[in-house]
């Protein structure tokens, strides 16, 4: 890998379009990804790693797996990749932009249906399109067992509870032999109404500027 290059103004722009994000926010993004990356043209997991703010993250392995997703390319491929160029960190980045005093109604709500996307995809971590009892299980297990207070078999039992709670809410008719194959995007959209999206997903881990790039409390 070569060092990475300066990118033009038109470049910028480019990006801005694709994005939302300004030219000035994409700058001070370009900076942070080249301090992550030590000037080198990509990123790779073990860079996220190094980051002081994500190490007692609970959900550290989902964040950053999130960065290397294709899914969050805002296209259709499906895999990860080994490491990623400041496009593909940037295109992930999108998904945190709040809305402006410009964003119109249907912008907001497309911009919520792919913060939606981003986080069921955080969950759905072997691209079936359904969040499994296995891998919400894991989520829980390790959101509650890393606080210290609370075992891994009661941890486990809690995710089955919630898991049986939300199919009991999406499937009304299922009958107690039923198998719930898991929570689909549909679902995950209707779980998620009414919660909002802008001040529960933040950047801050990045050390971005939040007089440029914010995205949260």
């Known amino acids: 890998m070569g060092a990475t290059q300066t990118r033009s103004g038109q470049e910028y722009q480019e990006l801005a379009e694709r994005t939302g994000f300004s030219a000035e926010q994409i700058r001070n993004l370009h900076k942070r990804f080249q301090q992550l990356s030590g000037n080198e043209d990509t990123i790779s ?38 490491e990623i160029g400041f496009e593909e960190f940037l295109m992930v980045m999108s998904h945190f932009r709040p809305p402006t005093l410009r964003t119109t109604e249907e912008e907001k709500e497309a911009m919520r249906k792919e913060k939606v996307r981003f986080l069921f995809n955080m969950h759905d971590t072997d691209g079936d399109g359904k969040i499994t009892l296995v891998e919400y299980r894991k989520v829980v297990e390790e959101l509650l067992s890393k606080s210290g207070t609370i075992g891994q078999e009661a941890a486990k039992a809690i995710a089955d509870a919630a898991m049986l709670e939300v199919a009991s809410t999406n499937v009304p008719n299922m009958g107690p032999d039923d198998f719930y194959e898991g929570i689909t995007l ?14 529960r997903m933040h ?10 790039v914010y995205c949260g409390k």
Request: hydrophobic share 35%; aromatic share 8%; charged share 30%.
């Open 186 to 199: 549909e679902h995950f959209e209707e779980i998620l109404k009414g919660l909002e999206m802008e001040t």
């Open 45 to 82: 997991r073990e860079h996220l790693k190094s980051i002081p703010a994500l190490a007692n993250n609970p959900i550290r392995k989902q964040i950053i797996e999130a960065f290397f997703d294709k899914r969050n390319q805002h296209g259709n491929e499906l895999g990860s990749y080994e």
């Open 203 to 212: 950047v801050r881990f990045l050390d971005v500027s939040t007089t440029n």
